[in-house]
Nanobody
Framework: QAGLVESGGGSVQAGGSLRLACKAS????????LSWFRQVPGKSREGVAA????????YYADFVQGRFTISQDTAKNTVFLTLYSLKPEDTGMYYC????????????????WGRGTQVTVSS
């Protein structure tokens, strides 16, 4: 059984929306943070958003600028990332991460990563 499984990626036109999901095992969902990162081809990996699952606290990268929302369904051990007003520069692989062990949520120090889900935005 995989610890983190992403889904919901796909191809959309600029201005469209998409909802990504990360389903976590009981063990990982009980940790402090579940976070979303993305890897744009040719650019550095970057944190997108995070949620403290036990408290519902949300964190966002500056570049999000209100276009994305992180949420959770605790009954399903699932964290969602809803993407609005998508732009071509949002194209990339989106990864779920769990069990941060050092630094801030967007510092890449996670013990567990999903395999990713592809988001493609056309102009």
């Amino acid at each position: 059984q995989a610890g983190l499984v992403e889904s919901g990626g796909g191809s959309v036109q600029a201005g469209g929306s998409l909802r990504l999901a990360c389903k976590a095992s009981d063990q990982l969902y009980s940790r402090n943070y579940l976070s979303w990162f993305r890897q744009v081809p040719g650019k550095s990996r970057e944190g997108v958003a995070a949620i403290v699952t036990s408290r519902g606290r949300e964190y966002y990268a500056d570049f999000v600028q209100g276009r994305f929302t992180i949420s959770q369904d605790t009954a399903k051990n699932t964290v969602f990332l809803t993407l609005y007003s998508l732009k071509p520069e949002d194209t990339g692989m989106y990864y779920c991460a769990a069990d941060v062990y050092a630094g801030n949520w967007n510092g890449f120090a996670y013990n567990f990563w999903g395999r990713g889900t592809q988001v493609t935005v056309s102009s």
